[in-house]
Nanobody, 120 residues
Framework: QVQLVESGGGLVQAGDSLRLSCAAS????????MAWFRQAPGKEREFVAF????????YYANSVKGRFTISRTNAKNTVYLQLNSLRPEDTAVYYCAARYDLPGKEYDYWGQGTQVTVSS
């Protein structure tokens, strides 16, 4: 089992920045690829960013590319999401998720989410 706890959300104005954290406990964090997803009210959950277990492979959704940065510190069992130049459309609950860093694996572990609200 892996337990994930997100933090760092809040209410900000358009153009502001936030840094989300996701602390993992349980099995060896360095075995897991990590990702951030988000879900806005009335919308389906969508992918935001991915980082593999060693941090050498990173992907972003087009909607956040150039504004958000995913990173991880395996020694601290933590993955981060830096959100810059926030827009009202970034308002959502942000979730971190973990999966074994192997082909075909699903995201089996999810955090409870942290709310990000961006006012115009």
């Amino acid at each position: 089992q892996v337990q994930l706890v997100e933090s760092g959300g809040g209410l900000v104005q358009a153009g502001d920045s936030l840094r989300l954290s996701c602390a993992a406990s349980g099995r060896a964090f360095s075995n897991f690829a990590m990702a951030w997803f988000r879900q806005a009210p009335g919308k389906e959950r969508e992918f935001v960013a991915f980082i593999n277990k060693l941090g050498g492979s990173i992907y972003y959704a087009n909607s956040v590319k150039g504004r958000f940065t995913i990173s991880r510190t395996n020694a601290k069992n933590t993955v981060y999401l830096q959100l810059n130049s926030l827009r009202p459309e970034d308002t959502a609950v942000y979730y971190c998720a973990a999966r074994y860093d192997l082909p075909g694996k699903e995201y089996d572990y999810w955090g409870q989410g942290t709310q990000v609200t961006v006012s115009s």
